[in-house]
């Protein structure tokens, strides 16, 4: 079996059990997963502050997981500590954000980002920058209600992505929009059955992006034997 580790840089065990159930339906068999939750920080990360401070628990918690795991994925979009935590791990490591915004620039799509988080707008535009997509990316468009709040209430979280959804594609011209953020796991996968335009959950980009790359290095292993 291939082991998967999945860090929440949040204090939230409830967002750590969600994001981990989301992230096995997607599993194929032979894999597993284990989720783990930041000892100290937020319970959801609202800006740059909280973003770049999450960076130190989350090289901590790959290193607990790196015993036991094959592959690591960081559930916060932004992907604090990523680079860090690949190089010191020496696992396959990746991010919601980074490999959302991959899939969704894939074959040069305009994508845009549905959130929650104005504070972090910058970032999401910084990481496009850093990954070669900016071109492609049309911008965030955020829900009106606070953050925290929104995420304490399903229906009306899944009802304020929608209506920032569809302004990425109605008025910014994106032919696929991310659902960006780890803690809106739950709300990305509904809007992904309940629109006819496309839609990305990041946590099912980040563990097929991780899946792919664990099979493809265990061939080349078995192929060097």
């Known amino acids: 079996m291939k082991h998967i580790g999945l860090i929440n840089p949040n204090t939230s065990r409830h967002t750590t059990t969600m994001m981990t159930a989301i992230a096995r339906s997607y599993l194929p068999d032979g894999f597993v997963i284990e989720g783990l939750t930041a000892g100290c920080g937020v ?34 979009f932004g992907d604090p500590g990523l680079e860090r935590l690949a190089a010191e791990t020496g696992l396959p490591s990746t991010g919601i954000c980074q490999a959302s915004m991959m899939e969704a620039a894939a074959g040069g799509r305009r994508f845009g980002i549905a959130t929650v988080t104005p504070d972090l707008v ?12 900016a071109p492609l990316f049309t911008g965030t468009r955020l829900t009106e209600e606070d953050p925290l709040r929104l995420a304490a209430d399903p229906a009306a979280l899944l009802s304020a992505l929608e209506i920032a959804a569809r302004k990425c594609f109605e008025e910014d011209g994106a032919e696929i929009v991310i659902i960006g953020g780890g803690p809106l796991g739950q709300a990305a996968d509904e809007l992904q059955r309940a629109l006819s335009a496309p839609i990305i959950a990041p946590i099912r980009s980040a563990i097929e992006w991780l899946v792919r790359t664990m099979e493809t290095e265990s061939r080349t292993s078995t192929a060097q034997r």
């Open 43 to 76: 319970p959801m990360i609202l800006n740059d502050t909280e973003l770049a401070a999450a960076a130190d628990g989350v090289v901590e918690m790959g290193r607990e997981l790196a015993c036991r795991s094959d592959g690591l994925i960081v559930c916060a």
């Open 122 to 133: 910058e970032s999401f535009a910084a990481k496009a920058r850093t990954l070669g997509v």
